[in-house]
C-alpha cells in the first residue's frame, strides 16, 4: 500500500489512453455505426413507402375492376336495348312497306277499277250514239247534229 | 515458487505480493519507486486492448459489419448508452471515449486476476528470469488511485470549465446547505468531505474488490500445499472462485467506468 511515483506513470499511460482513444478509437466507430443507422432508417422508411403505395394501388385497381365492370354492364344493357329498338324498327318498317304496297295495289285496283269503267263508259257511249244513231239515221244528219252528238258523248264519259 | 527460500505460508504470500522495483532517475526515497511489473503489465494490456479494437475499428464499414466489428460495436454501443443516460452533453467529445478507455483497460487488468497465479509465477521466473512480478495492476493501489485522481483533476477541470472559476467558488460556498455567509464554512467543508470521498471510494472500492480476490487465490494455493484432499478442495474452489471472479472482475470495471462518467457528469450540472 505504498503511494509512489507508479502512479504518477500510471496516470501518464492513462492520459495517453484516454488521447488514443478519443482521436483514433471512438470517431471511426462512431461515424460508421451512425451511417448505418441513417441507411437503416432510410430502408425502413422505403419500405413503409411501397408499403403504402402498395395499398394504394390495390384500392386503385379494385376501383378500375369495379368501373369496368359497370362499364360493362351498361354496354351490355344498352346494347341490348339497341337490339330490342331494331327489332322494333324493323317491325314497324315491314308494316309500313306492307301498308306502302297493300296502298299500292289498292291504288292499282282503283285505277283499274276507274280505266275499265272509262273504257266501259266509252263503249256504252258508242253503243248508246250507235243505237241512237241507228234509230235516227235518218233523222240526225252528222254534220247538222255535230255538236249535239259531241254534248251527248260529253256527257257519257 | 520460491525456489531460493525456505516455503512458508508468509513466504509464499510475500513472494506473491512483491513488486518488481526501480528507483526512478537515481532518486531515492519510497516516492521514486517505480513498480515495474505494474506499469509495464497495465500498459501491454491498454496497448493490446485499445489497440486491437482500434485495428478493428480502422476497417470499420457502415454496411454489414464483420463479426469482430459486431462484437465491438456491441461493447461501445454498450457503454454508450450507458453514458448517455448519465451525461447530457455531447459525450462523443470526451466523455465517452474515456468510459471506454475505463471500461477496457481496467477489465483486462481485473482480469489477469483469474490467470493461475503459480503457473505464471513459473512463467514470469523460468522464462523472463523474473522472480518478483504482480500480474494484476488493479491491486496496485497505485494504479487504482492513478485513474480516481485523473477522474478527480477531470472532474475540477470540468467543473471550472463548465461553470467558470467564480461559479465553481461559489458552489463550493453555497451548496448544498443554502447561500447565507454563515453557512459558507459547513458548505466548504461538506463539499471538502465530498470531494475528497469521491476518489478515495472510487480507487478504494476497485483496489480492495481485486486486491480480496486475488488474496482469495492465494489462500486457496496455499491449501493446496498441504496435501491430496487440499489439492483436490483447492481445485473446485479455485476453479469456482474464478468463475466468481468473471463476474467481480466485469462487474467492477463497469462500476469504476459508471462511477467516472457520473463524476465527470456532475461536475458538468449545477446544483
Known amino acids: 500500500m505504498d503511494i509512489n511515483f507508479t502512479l504518477i506513470a500510471q496516470a501518464l499511460a492513462f492520459s495517453i489512453f484516454i488521447w488514443f482513444t478519443v482521436k483514433y478509437v471512438w470517431p471511426p466507430l462512431l461515424s460508421a455505426i451512425e451511417e448505418r443507422q441513417k441507411t437503416i432508417a432510410d430502408g425502413l422508411a422505403a419500405g413503409e413507402r411501397g408499403r403504402h403505395e402498395l395499398e394504394l394501388a390495390s384500392h386503385r385497381s379494385t376501383e378500375v375492376l369495379k368501373d369496368t365492370k359497370q362499364q360493362a354492364s351498361e354496354i351490355i344493357q344498352q ?79 | ?128 528470469g523474473l522472480y518478483y512480478w504482480k500480474t494484476v495492476p488493479t491491486t496496485d493501489v497505485n494504479t487504482t488511485f492513478a485513474l480516481a485522481l485523473s477522474i478527480f483533476f477531470l472532474m475540477i477541470f470540468f467543473s471550472i470549465k463548465v461553470k467558470g472559476l467564480g461559479g465553481w467558488i461559489r458552489e463550493l460556498c453555497c451548496t448544498p446547505f443554502g447561500s447565507n455567509p454563515l453557512l459558507w464554512i459547513l458548505n466548504l467543508l461538506f ?16 483496489f480492495g474488490n481485486i486486491y480480496a480476490g486475488e488474496i482469495i487465490f492465494l489462500l486457496i494455493g496455499m491449501w493446496a500445499a498441504t496435501g491430496i484432499a487440499g489439492t483436490i478442495f483447492g481445485v473446485f474452489l479455485g476453479a469456482g472462485w474464478a468463475i466468481f471472479h468473471i463476474l467481480i472482475v466485469t462487474l467492477q470495471a463497469f462500476i469504476f467506468m459508471m462511477l467516472s462518467v457520473v463524476y465527470i457528469s456532475m461536475a458538468h450540472e449545477s446544483h
Open chain 2, 191 to 206: 463539499n471538502f468531505i465530498e470531494y475528497v470521498s469521491k476518489p478515495l471510494s472510487h480507487s478504494l472500492r476497485l
Open chain 1, 79 to 157: 346494347a341490348e336495348k339497341r337490339a330490342s329498338e331494331i327489332v322494333e324498327e324493323a317491325k314497324n318498317s315491314a308494316k309500313e312497306e306492307g301498308d306502302r304496297i297493300l296502298a299500292g295495289a289498292r291504288a292499282e285496283i282503283e285505277n283499274e277499277v276507274f280505266s275499265a269503267k272509262e273504257a266501259l263508259r266509252q263503249n256504252v257511249a258508242q253503243l248508246a250514239v250507235a243505237g241512237a244513231s241507228k234509230i235516227l239515221r235518218r233523222e240526225v244528219d252528222v254534220n247538222v247534229h255535230a255538236d249535239l252528238l259531241a254534248s251527248i258523248e260529253e256527257e257519257l264519259k
Open chain 2, 1 to 128: 515458487m520460491a525456489a531460493d527460500k525456505e516455503l512458508t505460508p508468509s513466504s509464499y504470500i510475500e513472494h506473491h505480493l512483491t513488486y518488481l522495483t526501480t528507483q526512478v532517475g537515481g532518486n531515492e526515497g519510497a516516492f521514486w519507486t517505480l513498480h515495474v511489473d505494474t506499469l509495464v503489465t497495465s500498459i501491454i494490456l491498454g496497448i493490446f486492448g485499445l489497440g486491437s479494437i482500434w485495428l478493428i475499428v480502422r476497417k470499420a464499414t457502415p454496411g454489414v459489419p464483420s463479426k469482430r466489428q459486431a462484437f465491438v460495436e456491441l461493447t461501445i454501443e454498450f457503454i454508450d448508452n450507458e453514458v448517455k443516460n448519465t451525461f447530457h452533453g455531447n459525450r462523443h467529445v470526451f466523455v465517452a471515449p474515456t468510459a471506454l478507455t475505463i471500461f477496457v483497460w481496467v477489465l483486462l487488468m481485473n482480469t489477469m486476476d483469474i490467470l493461475p497465479i503459480d503457473i505464471m509465477a513459473w512463467i514470469y521466473k523460468h522464462v523472463f
